[in-house]
């Protein structure tokens, strides 16, 4: 041996509390479970379902408690699925949906069921026949949200003895085959062209209506200009009346002679070279309009 060496005494003693240290570093390894937040383990002991363990640090028996399964919580997504379906109206169509959902309790999920994923894709594939099964294809076109509502509401009332929570549940697309969409494509066309001719009556009867409503109001205002005319005339022979009344028949002869006076200066008055015939009497108008005028100052 050389000096720098380390005499090991392998006693009996020694080689006892060397198992028994080993033993408990391994009873605390196999007694101690650290689970992620993303996970949740479930223990058995003996065969059976002993505890389900929450993320953290959690405490087991040694040797007779075994973490059996390992279940992710986070939501996961089945993958897109597309199953024909048959409307109450009796056309085909093609239905892509997404599900959504994450396991609640483990324990429910892994005793309950083998394949989560094919047990929840048919159990959707059913409900989606049977609602499409209710609906017109007009219906599922215009009320998809509905349609998703009802779909995930009885998914979840399907899966609840799983432990699995539906988060959701989604209609990607809804497909017609060929024969369908052009018969659609023609129904809309020909929606198209009636509301194009609706729209183009209700302009022309909406141009008569305003056209009638321009003339009835020349109209009214004609007849207001007449009826204003006709009442400025009454009134002017009602003044002329009131002085007839008033002053006697010479103011009736001035009137007269006035008009005289006031039609001979029109017929004088007209443009370029003219002759004027006047009665022989014409001077006279003037004469009797001055005398009355002047009497009437």
């Not at 101690?32 to 028996?61: C, D, H, T, W």
């Not at 779909?151 to 929570?165: F, P, R, T």
């Not at 009826?227 to 009137?255: C, F, L, P, S």
Request: net charge negative.
């Amino acid at each position: 041996m050389s000096g720098n060496d380390i005499p090991i005494d392998f006693s009996g003693g020694n080689i006892v509390w060397l198992l028994l240290a080993g033993f408990i570093i391994l009873c605390i390894l196999l007694g101690v479970r650290i689970v992620p937040q993303s996970e949740k383990y479930v223990v058995e002991r003996f065969g059976r379902l002993r505890a389900v363990l929450g993320p953290g640090i959690n405490l087991i028996v040694p040797f007779i408690d075994k973490v059996r399964h390992k279940i992710s919580i986070l939501e996961r997504q089945l993958p897109d699925a597309t199953q024909d379906a048959i409307t109450s109206d009796n056309v085909l169509v093609q239905v892509e949906t997404s599900v959504f959902y994450r396991i609640l309790e483990p324990e429910k999920t892994v005793y309950r069921i083998r394949d989560v994923d094919g047990a929840i894709a048919t159990t959707v594939a059913g409900i989606v026949r049977a609602e499409i099964g209710r609906m017109e294809l007009d219906e599922v076109q215009s009320n998809r949200s509905q349609l998703i509502g009802e779909i995930k509401k009885n998914v979840e009332d399907a899966v609840d003895d799983w432990g699995i929570e539906v988060t959701r549940a989604e209609i990607l697309d809804v497909n017609l085959d060929e024969a369908t969409r052009e018969a659609m494509l023609q129904q809309l066309n020909a929606e198209r062209a009636r509301r194009a001719l609706v729209t183009e009556a209700e302009g022309q009867r909406r141009a008569v209506e305003l056209q009638a409503d321009a003339e009835l109001y020349a109209a009214e205002q004609a007849a207001k200009a007449r009826r204003i005319t006709a009442d400025a005339e009454a009134y002017a022979t009602q003044v002329i009346a009131k002085a007839i009344q008033d002053n006697g028949i010479e103011a009736a002869q001035y009137q007269v002679a006035l008009k005289q006076v006031e039609a001979l200066t029109t017929v004088g008055s007209g443009e370029g070279k003219q002759t004027v015939l006047l009665p022989a009497n014409a001077l006279d108008a003037f004469t009797d309009a001055f005398k009355m005028l002047k009497g009437k100052a």
